[in-house]
């Protein structure tokens, strides 16, 4: 058996360790967005694979036998390639992906499709908005230039943002809901818009802001082929050991 693990995500380094523990030979597959990833007990990959063919290569020349995919919720892209690349290799798949938030009766929640929705909801008159969601589209919230955001973000940006009253704070979760609630009533956030990227570690905002009666936009996961998923570590060794060659994508 040789597994390759698609990572990035505090899911793939427990799966990395239990992989390391039950001396399974595998490597961990970073996209390379992070400028200091977090060491692993498995030898490391850093870039992609040069799309789905890349990556149906790769599983053919490393004789891999089986691939987890750990990557965050919203990498649709790696995710949508993983199941191309194993169907066209033969190689079994899993996705070892978090549950999603699910708002209760106090949150106050608009669930949106995606990043361009989210920015559509967006008042015209000036609010301060706490984006969680990364580095990525930051681009798309241009458009609404009268908003102060401010941006929890690991990395510091590269290039200037595309955002001219923004507000940077660089922080690595987990996070805590005392601590949240101290950020958003300190910079005076109106709005929180975030990604339902679920788990623990970046579920306090949601918990300060329902405490709060702070509104956020939640935008929901991207669609995604019709995968073998499971929520647990343990799902994924009990996977890799009893399933059969024909039990993937």
Known sequence: MRVLLLGGTTEAALMALALADAGIDAVYSYAGRTMAPAPQPIPTRTGGFGGVAGLADYLRAEMITHVVDATHPFAARIGGNAVAACAGAGVPLIV????????????????????????????????????????????????????????RIVDPPEDPLPLPDAKIILARGPFDVAGDAALLCDHGVDLIVAKNAGGAGAEAKLTAARGLGLPVIMIDRPAMPPRRTVATVIDVMDWLHHAPADLGV
Do not use: C, M
């Open 96 to 151: 070892l992906e978090r549950p999603a938030w699910v708002a209760t009766d106090a949150d106050l929640w608009t669930r949106v499709a995606d990043i361009d929705a989210a920015v559509s909801l967006l008042p015209e008159e000036p609010w301060t908005v706490f984006l969680a969601i990364g580095r990525q589209r930051l681009d798309a919230f241009a458009v609404k230039p009268q908003h102060h955001y401010v941006l």
